[in-house]
């Protein structure tokens, strides 16, 4: 994620707004048959608006929201087919992503 912030702050604290890009690649093994296995993968993109406060001890939260895309992809090892999460289980693409973050700035 990078962050724009709205705000003259000298600390990045206030408003912003950003992309939001995560990937993520695992791997699902049958117990019983070591050789057959399913690969996943998913990619989520969106545009978030957020809000940081950094307390005077240093504290950080974070927390923001957006909306985006996501896409989920799957294949089997034992065709070798692949096939897409969507088809499966009839959900949109689009997403609402929500988060925060709890940290110490220095």
Known sequence: MYKFFLTNDKAPKGFYVGPYFSYAIGTFKNANKSSDH??????????????????????????????????????????????????????NVANVNFGFNFGYAF
């Open 38 to 91: 399913v690969k996943a993968l998913k990619m989520n993109v969106a545009a978030i608006l957020g809000y940081q406060i950094i307390t005077k001890g240093g504290f950080a939260l974070d927390i923001f929201t957006g909306l985006g895309f996501k896409k989920l992809t799957y294949s089997d090892s034992t065709t070798g087919t692949s096939f897409d999460m969507s088809n499966l289980t009839g959900k």
